[in-house]
């Protein structure tokens, strides 16, 4: 396959890998979410990839419409607390925008990815500085698409995104949230990483693994 073109079993990979990295990466999050948050977005992470994988063998989907529709739902129904339905909301986004098609170029993934955030945006009614999840995706995206603009392939443009997801997610502890259980905290929110950024490095990570793998087979 062309390493301009993604198809759905990559899809299903990073879904699966994100799976993987948000169970072993429960403990952390939990630990972060306790410091400023309910102390459960580790436990109602790792318990909505786990239902999303367990629907995932139940066949292949024939689109990215459906698989995206069926992924967002479950987040909804089994994620207690946000980050249910954020994380649903940006997987349904993002099927919806790619379409009833089995695979994307590069500036698809790119335009799916984007929407996914709108709908966070939206729902959330959180921007950048308002220590949320926001604050990692927004720069991610931009990176991707100034990775695209200058000729880069879809690995180089997700490790791009990761690179600026990172960075977005470590600008959060400094900040005092504004959005979210821990803006209840006010100026004692300062000096501790978002959770919801963490994790959305970690869906940053399993994208960047599945491309990568994807590109090379």
Do not use: C
């Amino acid at each position: 396959m062309s390493d301009a073109v993604l198809g759905l079993p990559a899809m299903v990979r990073w879904l699966e890998l994100f799976q993987t990295k948000i169970a072993a990466a429960r403990e952390w999050l939990t630990e972060l979410d306790s410091a400023i948050g309910d102390a459960d977005h580790g436990a109602n992470m790792d318990r909505g990839m786990n239902a999303v994988v367990a629907k995932l063998s139940g066949g292949p989907a024939a689109s990215f419409a459906e698989l995206f529709k069926n992924v967002g739902m479950t987040l909804v129904s089994s994620v207690g607390g946000a980050s249910g339905p954020l994380y649903g909301t940006f997987f349904m986004r993002f099927g919806m925008e790619a379409g009833a098609v089995a695979q994307v170029d590069a500036a698809g993934l790119g335009g799916a990815l984007r929407a996914g955030l709108g709908g966070i945006v939206a729902r959330g009614k959180a921007e950048v500085g308002d220590k949320t999840m926001v604050d990692a995706m927004t720069p991610a995206l931009d990176a991707y698409d100034a990775a695209l603009a200058v000729g880069q392939a879809p690995p180089g443009a997700v490790q791009a995104a990761l690179a600026a997801a990172v960075a977005g997610r470590d600008a959060t502890i400094p900040l005092v949230a504004r959005k979210g259980r821990a803006s209840y905290l006010g100026e004692r929110s300062a000096g501790h990483m978002d959770p919801g950024s963490a994790s959305t490095v970690l869906l940053f990570e399993a994208l960047a693994e599945a491309v990568e793998s994807d590109s090379t087979e």
